[in-house]
């Protein structure tokens, strides 16, 4: 496999977390610096550990991880999602509130875990093709950070503008995730 061909499925496994980050950036009034940073370590760090816990785990996963990918990544962007639409509704909510929880160590955790899970079976098949392990996670980690942290800029201009529906917007597009993740396992 070449490193163009690394670097493709590396941006292929960062859409998750760019549209993720998205909503992240729509739902924070201003971002701070770190604000911008965390999302980039959690979404980079877990894209490149689960390739190489895919890679590591080979055959013997396999069958396991397929059958129950898609349901966890749903489970879990259909909960974030669902609360954050939940959220939106609530008029006992302030502007703070949303930016000081948006960050939080147990709600990035999830949504890194969810958008990573798709990782690990490419590791997988990383092993099958005998790629450079160390290569390909590093490529897959360094383009995750910073396309996530693009992805809180991004949604955090367009927050702005629209940030009455924001947080909606948010939470329909990670519920919108999990959908089409079990659609895409089911159908292909």
Not at 35 to 62: D, H, N, R, T
Not at 81 to 87: A, E, F, L, N, Q
Not at 159 to 175: C, D, H, M, N, P
């Amino acid at each position: 496999m070449s490193l163009w061909e690394i670097v493709l499925i590396a941006v292929g496994l960062a859409m998750d977390a760019f549209a993720v980050s998205i909503t992240l950036g729509l739902s924070t009034t201003k971002p701070k610096p770190t604000e911008i940073l965390i999302p980039g370590v959690y979404f980079g760090f877990f894209q490149a550990l689960m390739p190489m816990i895919g890679y590591i785990s080979g055959v013997y996963f396999a069958n396991k991880i397929e059958k129950l990918d898609h349901w966890v990544a749903f489970a879990l962007l259909g909960f974030i999602g669902g609360k954050m639409i939940k959220d939106s509704f609530s008029k006992e909510r302030g502007e703070g509130k949303a930016d000081k929880n948006m960050f939080g160590f147990i709600k990035m955790l999830v949504l890194a875990l969810a958008t990573s899970i798709d990782a690990l079976a490419v590791g997988i098949t990383f092993a099958f093709l005998k790629v450079n392990i160390y290569t390909a996670i590093c490529i897959t980690g360094v383009t995750t950070f910073f396309i996530a942290m693009c992805g809180i800029i991004i949604g955090n201009v367009f927050g702005a503008r629209f940030r009455s529906k924001a947080e909606f917007i948010g939470g329909t597009v990670l519920v919108s995730i999990g959908i089409k993740i079990v659609i895409e396992h089911l159908l292909f």
